[in-house]
């Protein structure tokens, strides 16, 4: 812990602008205090955010990005990759993705949909 560090080097925390002094034993309490309630807090929010994620998941909702490709845009993707003249970067920038992407989904680019 850093607070224990410094104090057994012999540094204290003296605020200028708050009543927190840990060179005494009333600033050290307060300061003790503080850092409570701050990870009090934090665990309250965790709780929250759970609860949250917990519920959309009830609800039926996933999180995270969208798909980049739609079942559809696959099904298009594979119908243009047919035609010999149509490369993959080709195809991806009609789709208006990157080719990784389109290689991502067709792991082997033109050869996957033949």
Not at 49 to 76: S, W
Not at 87 to 96: N, S, W, Y
């Amino acid at each position: 812990d850093t607070i224990e560090l410094f104090e057994k080097q012999g540094i204290g925390l003296r605020s200028l602008t708050e009543a927190i002094d840990t060179t005494n034993s009333g600033g050290k309490l307060i300061f003790h205090i503080f850092g409570a309630l701050a990870e009090f807090e934090r665990s309250l929010i965790r709780d929250r955010t759970m609860a949250g994620l917990k519920a959309a998941h009830l609800l039926g909702r996933k999180g995270g990005r969208p798909p980049a490709l739609t079942q559809e845009d696959l099904v298009a993707a594979r119908a243009l990759l047919r035609d010999s003249n149509i490369t993959v970067e080709d195809a991806a920038k009609r789709l208006q993705i990157s080719p990784a992407t389109l290689y991502r989904y067709l792991p082997g680019g033109k050869s996957s949909v033949n």
